[in-house]
């Protein structure tokens, strides 16, 4: 069971931003996962403060002060379907439709992150459920989020829609954050083979990872869903993410 938690927006608690983006926090994924270029759309300076009111914040009501996990969502103009960039792709269209004076009908969550010393107890769906409770009240349908399978990790050279498509004996997904969406009601729809791209220099890498980089080809990194391609040719290793998107019903 979730411990208690108080959740709230941050457009109501705005002194706590620095701390859902500190350091507590931000460790529970690793440090590369931190360097996608797009996300400076939605999280960089000056662009969070029109998401003010998708941005989710928990903490014990003993402590305040120290949150425990932020959740995010982006709104955005539906455009018939979804993008096979995914994660990526949601940022930029959301940025895009506010430029634009486009009216959000629709919203897709980013991410739910919570401090490492609170996974596993509950924290996680707690914010799920937050975080679908607040689409609605904005007068969302649904929810849409393209996940990322946090136990891919462990076999990054299986191929991702195999991965997805296995299912345990009593025939819910075998991946644990996969399935704790299914079981709260989300629909499976597709997978998004290009989500999240992150793309560095080989310095930059080995600065974020710790690791050598010292041949050109596929490298395995610990926190990566998918191998990462390395070239010592042309200095620089690329990751591309897939991610897996589901659809929450609000009705």
């Known amino acids: 069971m979730a411990p208690p938690l108080a959740i709230v927006r941050l457009s109501e608690r705005p002194d706590l931003r620095g701390a859902i983006f500190g350091p507590e926090i931000q460790s529970a994924v690793p440090e590369f996962m931190r360097h996608d270029a797009t996300a400076e ?6 662009q969070l403060d029109d998401y003010l009111d998708f941005v ?7 402590e305040p002060a120290r949150p425990l996990a932020r959740a995010c969502c982006v709104p955005f103009a539906w455009r018939g ?11 930029r269209w959301g940025r895009q439709d506010r430029l634009a004076g486009r009216r959000a009908d629709a919203v897709s969550a980013l991410e739910i992150m919570v401090a490492p010393r609170m996974q596993g107890s509950g924290v996680a769906r707690a914010m799920l459920a937050a975080m679908c409770d607040n689409a609605r009240r904005f007068g969302f349908r649904e929810l849409w989020a393209p996940l990322r399978p946090t136990e891919k ?6 191929a991702f829609a195999e991965y997805c498509a296995r299912r345990r004996a009593d025939g819910l997904p075998a991946d644990a954050w996969v399935r704790t969406h299914v079981r709260a009601g989300a629909t499976i729809v597709k997978p998004a083979p290009c989500s999240m ?4 220099t080989l310095a930059e890498w080995r600065k974020w990872t710790g690791l050598a980089f010292d041949r050109s080809g596929a490298a395995l990194v610990p926190g990566a869903l998918v191998p990462i391609h390395v070239s010592l040719e042309q200095d620089h290793a ?14």
């Open 197 to 200: 791209t992150i793309a560095g």
């Open 56 to 62: 989710l914040a928990a903490f014990d009501p003993a």
């Open 153 to 158: 990790e462990r076999e990054p050279e299986a």
């Open 81 to 91: 379907e979804l993008p096979d960039g995914g994660w990526d792709a949601v940022i």
């Open 238 to 251: 690329v990751y591309v993410e897939p991610n897996l998107w589901v659809r929450h019903e609000l009705s």
């Open 41 to 46: 759309l939605y999280y960089g300076a000056g």
